[in-house]
Every structure is written in C-alpha cells, then in structure tokens.
Nanobody, 121 residues
C-alpha cells in the first residue's frame, strides 16, 4: 500500500508557474505508475498527466501539452508536475494517484487528498 501527499498548490496569476509535488510513503513507490488529475467546481475529474514506473513513458492531456512537465525522483519518492504558462482554466483541485499500470483513466488504486490551484486572470 502507498500513501500520497500533494503539495505546491496556490494562487498564481495567468502566465505564471507552479510546481506540484506528490510525495509517497513506502519503499515500493518505484513500482507504481503515477497520474495527475484535476477537478474544477461543478466538473468531472479529468486527466492531466501520467508517468510510468521508470519514467520512460509520459502522457499529457492535449490541454496541457507543451506547458506541463511530469517527472519523478526515485530517490525522493516524489513525482513532480511543473506547470508553466498557467491559464485560468487550469484552476482546480489537483490529485495525484498511483497504480500498477499507467493509464489516463481515473481508475488508479491510490489517491492523495488534493491540492488547490487557482489561476487568476
């Protein structure tokens, strides 16, 4: 089992940047693929990005391609989401999730509590 804790959210102006972190407990975190999802008020949770266990496969939603970068540090048991050129439509609660398989669907076994990202226009 793995526990996930997100951090790095906050309030930023459009065009700004944030880096989200997803810290995991347990020494087996390297066995899990990790995905980032977000949910805006009144909307369904949507896929943002995902990375496989070794970091060789990365997926991005079309809406964030070229602006967001996912990476992971095995040594730190952490997955990062660097978000640049933020837009108001990026606003939402961002969740990281872990599972044995990388996927763009929100079917991951383990989820964090989420971190709020607010982008002002």
């Amino acid at each position: 089992q793995v526990q996930l804790v997100e951090s790095g959210g906050g309030l930023v102006q459009a065009g700004g940047s944030l880096r989200l972190s997803c810290a995991a407990s347990g020494r087996t975190f390297s066995r899990y693929a990790v995905g980032w999802f977000r949910q805006a008020p009144g909307k369904e949770r949507e896929f943002v990005s995902a990375i496989n266990q070794g970091g060789s496969i990365r997926y991005y939603a079309d809406s964030v391609k070229g602006r967001f970068t996912i990476s992971r540090s095995i040594a730190n048991n952490t997955v990062y989401l660097q978000m640049n050129s933020l837009k108001p439509e990026d606003t939402g609660v961002y969740y990281c999730a872990a599972d044995n398989k990388i996927t763009t669907s929100p079917v991951y076994d383990y989820w964090g509590q989420g971190t709020q990202v607010t982008v002002s226009s």
